[in-house]
Nanobody, 115 residues
């Protein structure tokens, strides 16, 4: 059974930075493509960034150049470094495999960007 636990969210001012972490258990982490997703109340969950088992990355246009996704297969952990944060980045951030396992969604970690 795959378990995903996100951490590292918080409240920051515009232009600030946060680093999210995703601890993964119950799967062979190194074999799977992983992704960060985010959701705002009343809207569909959206894909933010992905990373393959080999380290190839993809970013949605709105975060390209500001966010960096990475993974440490020795620690079964994935990261999202978020710089130059904007109010529109405010959301609940989730990690999951890519494509996602619908039974594995964790609680998410809240990111709030506000002055």
């Amino acid at each position: 059974q795959v378990q995903l636990v996100e951490s590292g969210g918080g409240s920051v001012q515009p232009g600030g930075s946060l680093r999210l972490s995703c601890a993964v258990s119950g799967s062979i982490f190194r074999l799977h493509s992983m992704a960060w997703y985010r959701q705002v109340p009343g809207k569909q969950r959206e894909l933010v960034a992905t990373i393959t088992s080999g380290g190839i990355t993809y970013y949605t246009a709105s975060v390209k150049g500001r966010f960096t996704i990475s993974r440490d297969n020795t620690k079964n952990t994935m990261y999202l470094q978020m710089n130059s944060l904007k109010p529109e980045d405010t959301a609940l951030y989730y990690c999951n495999q890519n494509p996602p396992l619908n039974t594995a969604w964790g609680p998410g970690t809240q990111v709030t960007v506000s002055s």
